[in-house]
């Protein structure tokens, strides 16, 4: 297959590269080589590349800082998907954007379907939405894979967060009443590759990791694998808090369980403690 891939050098991105077979031919595009929000630069790359497949591992993905700056979000994450949906449909590839559980308020209770009622709280999932309507508009066959709490060994993310704070300091607050599925970037690029492989149907699919827990759960999980590893001395003391005692611009949802049932039959659920084990040793 020839793929190009955008986002080439965000946390997924590079995932993606580590995976893609030899046997594939990639463009992997960062924002520096590709800015996805310019409809003749995405045109023309695609109609130069004649890709077979294009995926969107792009996104502005500052949550708090797309507030302040609701039309750069829009420009990414809506009208840059929009631009590699018409690309697809004039090269005839097939086109795969991932999005978020952002497009969710989090007022439920039970992992959220694909087919739920979406109702995105701030800019950020407003935008992310917004991108995956014209992608459906565009192409209907385009495949749209919504995932959360996104980790890896790449980037700047919240285990690499918590392991520097843990060094430091004793004991750390850590907000405990949201609640979502931790989700490996190496297991969504290949829960994404296999149904690319396996000529998925279009639609939303999504994918997450295979158990919930709060963001301070999640950190405890982290420092307990930190110290197993020997990166960490010893283990601080999470202090569960509030999301009203750690406001930011952006509302999140208190709720970011996604069911990942529909994905199941190309790749299983993000096993995500053990991603962990995997990773936190190499850091």
């Given at each position: 297959?020839?793929?190009?891939?955008?986002?080439?050098?965000?946390?997924?991105?590079?995932?993606?590269?580590?995976?893609?077979?030899?046997?594939?031919?990639?463009?992997?595009?960062?924002?520096?080589?590709?800015?996805?929000?310019?409809?003749?630069?995405?045109?023309?790359?695609?109609?130069?590349?004649?890709?077979?497949?294009?995926?969107?591992?792009?996104?502005?993905?500052?949550?708090?800082?797309?507030?302040?700056?609701?039309?750069?979000?829009?420009?990414?994450?809506?009208?840059?998907?929009?631009?590699?949906?018409?690309?697809?449909?004039?090269?005839?590839?097939?086109?795969?954007?991932?999005?978020?559980?952002?497009?969710?308020?989090?007022?439920?209770?039970?992992?959220?379907?694909?087919?739920?009622?979406?109702?995105?709280?701030?800019?950020?999932?407003?935008?992310?939405?917004?991108?995956?309507?014209?992608?459906?508009?565009?192409?209907?066959?385009?495949?749209?894979?919504?995932?959360?709490?996104v980790f890896s060994e790449y980037?700047?993310?919240?285990?690499?967060?918590?392991?520097?704070?843990?060094?430091?300091?004793?004991?750390?607050?850590?907000?405990?009443?949201?609640?979502?599925?931790?989700?490996?970037?190496?297991?969504?690029?290949?829960?994404?590759?296999?149904?690319?492989?396996?000529?998925?149907?279009?639609?939303?699919?999504?994918?997450?990791?295979?158990?919930?827990?709060?963001?301070?759960?999640?950190?405890?999980?982290?420092?307990?694998?930190?110290?197993?590893?020997?990166?960490?001395?010893?283990?601080?003391?999470?202090?569960?808090?509030?999301?009203?005692?750690?406001?930011?611009?952006?509302?999140?949802?208190?709720?970011?369980?996604?069911?990942?049932?529909?994905?199941?039959?190309?790749?299983?659920?993000?096993?995500?403690?053990?991603?962990?084990?995997?990773?936190?040793?190499?850091?």
């Amino acid at each position: 297959m020839k793929i190009i891939l955008t986002g080439a050098n965000g946390q997924l991105g590079r995932c993606f590269r580590d995976l893609v077979s030899e046997t594939d031919t990639v463009l992997a595009l960062g924002s520096q080589e590709l800015d996805i929000s310019n409809p003749q630069a995405v045109i023309e790359t695609a109609k130069q590349f004649q890709p077979d497949i294009i995926i969107n591992a792009a996104a502005y993905t500052a949550v708090d800082k797309a507030e302040s700056e609701p039309e750069r979000a829009a420009a990414v994450n809506s009208h840059g998907p929009e631009n590699l949906a018409l690309a697809a449909k004039a090269v005839g590839a097939r086109l795969v954007h991932v999005s978020t559980d952002y497009v969710f308020d989090g007022t439920g209770s039970t992992p959220y379907l694909e087919t739920d009622a979406v109702n995105p709280l701030g800019v950020y999932g407003q935008t992310k939405l917004a991108g995956e309507l014209l992608v459906r508009s565009i192409l209907p066959d385009a495949i749209i894979v919504r995932t959360a709490w996104v980790f890896s060994e790449y980037g700047n993310n919240f285990v690499k967060t918590m392991l520097r704070l843990a060094k430091d300091r004793p004991e750390l607050g850590v907000v405990g009443d949201q609640v979502g599925c931790p989700t490996y970037a190496g297991d969504i690029a290949a829960a994404i590759l296999k149904m690319v492989a396996a000529d998925a149907a279009g639609g939303i699919y999504h994918y997450c990791g295979d158990s919930s827990v709060s963001w301070a759960e999640f950190a405890q999980a982290i420092f307990a694998e930190g110290e197993k590893s020997g990166m960490l001395a010893r283990q601080p003391k999470v202090n569960h808090i509030t999301t009203d005692q750690y406001p930011t611009p952006a509302k999140r949802p208190a709720y970011s369980v996604l069911s990942a049932a529909r994905v199941s039959e190309f790749y299983p659920a993000s096993d995500w403690q053990a991603a962990l084990a995997k990773i936190i040793p190499v850091l």
